[in-house]
T-cell receptor, first 114, second 115 residues
Framework: DAGITQSPRHKVTETGTPVTLRCHQT?????MYWYRQDPGHGLRLIHY???????DKGEVSDGYSVSRSKTEDFLLTLESATSSQTSVYFC?????????????FGPGTRLTVT | QQQVKQSPQSLIVQKGGISIINCAYE??????FPWYQQFPGKGPALLIA?????SEKKEGRFTISFNKSAKQFSLHIMDSQPGDSATYFC??????????????FGQGTILTVHP
């Protein structure tokens, strides 16, 4: 599992409330990612980080922000949760192996917005 | 737009049969093509990957076939077993430049292998 943990693993929240999901890794990997997984859409990249305080948007970043103040932690914040953000959220890290980036995923967080 | 299209959405195979999942991509800059396997309640796990300088890569019962001219690649699972029942995702990456390892995923295929 490449030493990746996510917290919380399950969360139910109400529309309009802020929510923060945490991804923690123990192996000092430079690259970290947040994805959401929805039926029929596969995995879609929300935000990614290529170093401490270095982050950028993915394809579905609206309504989300991220922060990375330490190598080991990558936080995803839903600024004002909406029902459309009900999803399973996965954090991932990349291990650079030659010209390949091997991505490894955390166990996921199931978020329900009511 | 960088897209990876995956088919079929679902697949039912008998034990011992061959499962085949196909993917097509548009961006010719993609140069790394991994497949992921995901069991219910778990995160995706890297299964096998290929680079476009080879046409086939085999690891155990799993084989990737790659057709650069057609911009297609496929996963073959030989002697499929009930334990292979999972969701499979193809993905693609441009490893060069400033991609930062960002993968573009297909939509996923739910594979069911009947005993």
């Amino acid at each position: 599992d490449a030493g990746i943990t996510q917290s919380p693993r399950h969360k139910v929240t109400e529309t309009g409330t802020p929510v923060t999901l945490r991804c923690h890794q123990t192996e000092n990997h430079r690259y970290m990612y947040w994805y959401r997984q929805d039926p029929g859409h596969g995995l879609r990249l929300i935000h990614y980080s290529y170093g401490v305080k270095d982050t950028d948007k993915g394809e579905v970043s609206d309504g989300y922000s991220v922060s990375r103040s330490k190598t080991e932690d990558f936080l995803l914040t839903l600024e004002s949760a909406t029902s459309s953000q009900t999803s399973v959220y996965f954090c991932a890290i990349s291990v650079v192996a030659g010209l390949s980036y091997e991505q490894y995923f955390g166990p996921g967080t199931r978020l329900t917005v009511t | 737009q960088q897209q990876v299209k995956q088919s079929p959405q679902s697949l039912i195979v008998q034990k011992g049969g061959i499962s085949i999942i196909n993917c097509a991509y548009e961006n010719t800059a993609f140069d790394y093509f991994p497949w992921y396997q995901q069991f219910p309640g778990k995160g995706p796990a890297l299964l096998i990957a290929i680079r476009p300088d080879v046409s086939e890569k085999k690891e155990g019962r799993f084989t990737i076939s790659f057709n650069k001219s057609a911009k297609q690649f496929s996963l073959h699972i030989m002697d499929s077993q009930p334990g292979d029942s999972a969701t499979y995702f193809c993905a693609a990456l441009n490893a060069g430049g400033t991609s930062y390892g960002k993968l573009t995923f297909g939509q996923g295929t739910i594979l069911t292998v009947h005993p």
